[in-house]
């Protein structure tokens, strides 16, 4: 069958498992207190989030928990408020655990100016004991990067950094809201690599407005020019009835998922040919990068911030909206500034919602992050009997043979390259909270 048919007929909406459950069944039916007791209880080293949720200005199509923002002096405030939250957690009994892997996203943690950058550093090491391994990465809007930010990065131990190029042709840019030529590019680049950050990720996006062939063709060699260690391509999920902005971009009309998919496959065939690797879901990396290794010897993990090789970390989660995890619940704070500062105030760690996992639960995260980060499953990994247990999902599975898109064989099934497009759908057989009519989804393809 040929890639559009097959696109016509998997094309589906569903989730993208950052986590199992997704952030749509959190609630309060778990209360604040219990979820909290288990991450006291959790007593592994940490890898932590800082959410920074200023952005300079909206791109029209950002999915993520931002506010625009012109003042910068309004972040002292709100490290006011992490300071608040992390001293909750001390006096709760969080003790001062050592880190191994810190990320700042947002919004644009470069929101922040260098003091507030040198200020936030010195929270961190004030309640935390930095690893000497520590991977300390940082989401970056090149935009509204300044030399003097990069060099407080730097200072403050950041050897990793993500920058948000999504596309490079000036009409799509229009049409999205975000004006950036290419020299502004190779200017954060160039204050990165100069302070010494040369662990570079890009960020691009596929299916927005005017998008096709020629122009993306443009925007991956631009990308490339930027040398990364490491490339995203992001599926732009359009999700109006969740992010009003989104509404504007119709108006533009956007690819359709012939067009998309016709993207995808071009941009993996030229980073392939310039030599990354394939990772999971949207991810490519050098064959030198750590991610690739844990991939091969099946170390890759998959969390809130994407793809990661520090599994073995428990994952901390402070600022507004921010989502932690414990080994068996997740938990997330106000999504809006007024409560979660009410929170701190009244001296209450700012937890809103968050779900206790079951057995089950636990068990079909395990198999999708295992189809997400290692793109196979080997029924004998699992503690029940996978084919009797999952005969339904088993069956539906030898259609997705029957296509091309997964190697079924007697002790488990791999994805195969055209099946990468379509790696949600086959996740989905596992996911046992897709019938919800309630809940809406992106688009998988
Ligand atoms: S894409 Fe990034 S810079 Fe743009 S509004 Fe969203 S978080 Fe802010």
New binding site residues.
Partial sequence: MDILSLVKKYESRGPRYTSYPTALYFSDATSAQELQAAALADARDVSLYIHIPF?????R????S?S?CTDPRKADEYIGLLKRELELWRDAGFGRRKVGQIHFG???PNFLLPEQIDRLNSLIEEFFQKDEDLEFSV?L?P?TLTRQKVEAFARAGVNRASL?V?DTSEKTQKAVG?IQPQETNLAAVAYLRESGIDRINIDLMYGLPFQDRESFSRTLDDALALSPSRLALFNYAHVPWMKAAQKSLEKFGLPDAETKVGLFTQAMEFLEGAGFEYLGLDHFALPDDELVRARRDGSLHRNFQGYSTRGALTSFAIGLTSISQTQDTYRQNHKDMPSYARSLGEGRIPTARGIKLSKEDMLRRKIIMDLMCLLKIRYADYPCDFKAKFSLALEKLKGFQADGLVSLSPDGFEITKTGRIFLRDVAMLFDAYLSDPTKRYSKTV
């Avoid at 952005?55 to 791109?59: D, E, N």
């Avoid at 199509?61 to 993520?64: L, Q």
């Fill in positions: 952005c300079a200005s909206l791109c199509f950002c999915g993520c931002s625009v947002g919004g644009t989401e809007d935009r948000g999504q975000r």
